[in-house]
């Protein structure tokens, strides 16, 4: 293994952009240079990086799962699938490879009734009526890449903002009182303002207040996440965004996120680091949301193969409106073909955990956590600093930063727990005991 082994300075770490949000901006807005450089980017790709290239400082690991998912979605064609073959997948005891293409292909479409309840059976049998619920935690939303369809690009002019130990512990004692007790810590992706020791810092307080931490911050190298472990993380969840290559590269044009390979190993890399689980997914509407599903699917079941005692989990994410950005907006994935996604997902990792965000509605998570999902977030805020004030208490700072994208369900811990039990389910706020 190639790269970065020790937090001692004896190797170089990745290094930040000095193209960073906060100094890319004047009294008027986006600085002249900035524009400039936002418009090459946008224009001319011989400026841009190669994103199939290492920058430095960056772990190379001794893996074949890039090439394995990349060749499979490459030959996966959806429109080769027929009814025949739908009916053959649902008719098999286990799901192949195969199967799950069939099941996500739009053969499959008029199968959706029977695909939903097979995926119930799996689901009951591996989870019984149980979905657990967390919140997501935003304590920075400072960013040095560029990802055209991002509210937290750094081209972007928004509110930044990154919460000192006080202010986050502020946050995190609002959002315990309410009853939660799993955390998911998130940051924009800039290592000089939201640097690892911050991070750090950020789970150790979340251990006196929570009983599991996650993480979705940017890709880190194997000692970094082994070091955050050790602060008191849990689980790390990075979303590839898309899978598709090519697609991927339109859509990144500058920063550490541009780095495709580096980005897809971050799951491999923290469970090298002792990681309990990771969490992947691409946001569907970037690219082709089946071969992107059928590429998420695939990368966690060969993690799952390649890591057996690790808990493996997928969330899928449909493209939300973003700040600033009229023109970003949903792509051509509507909730049946998401709940299509969802049920082949199920039918494939009848083990997996399935994570449906409040990107979606409170309706659909309702209905999904009955067939497909195990888990749910609520009283959810993308924005940086404003738990405190959505719960109605006092606020450790007079100053919040803006949020990341839209939300459409807002309900808070005390609603989706009612709303859980009354379609008979079991809500958990906590299934981890350490001894």
Known sequence: MAGNTGRDGSQSRPQSDPKRSDLIFDAAGLSPAALERKHRLERDPSCRTDHMAYMPGMEVIESDLKDRVREAMSAFDPARYTAVDVRRALERERCSVDDFQALLSP?????????AARAREETVRHFGNTV???TPLYIANHCENYCVYCGFNCYNPIRRMKLDKGQIEREMEVIAKSGMEEVLILTGESRSVSGVEYIGDACELARKYFRLVGLEVYPMNTDEY???????ADYVTVFQETYDTEQYEKLHLQ?????WPYRFDAQERALMAGMRGVGLSALLGLSDFRKDAFATALHAFLLQRKYPGAEISL????????????DVRPGEIGERELCQVLCAYRIFLP??????SSRESASFRNGIAKIAATKVSAGVSTGIGDHASKYGEESASDKEGDEQFEISDARSLSKMYADLTGEGLQPVLNDYVYV
Do not use: D, Q, W
């Open 226 to 232: 082994r070091y955050l472990r050790e602060r008191g």
């Open 315 to 326: 969330s899928c994410p449909r493209l939300r409106p973003i700040t600033n950005h009229p």
């Open 255 to 259: 920063g550490h996120k541009r780095v």
């Open 351 to 356: 083990f997996a955990g399935i994570t449906v």
């Open 107 to 115: 053969a499959a479409a008029p199968f959706l009734e029977r695909m």
């Open 132 to 134: 657990y619920i967390f």
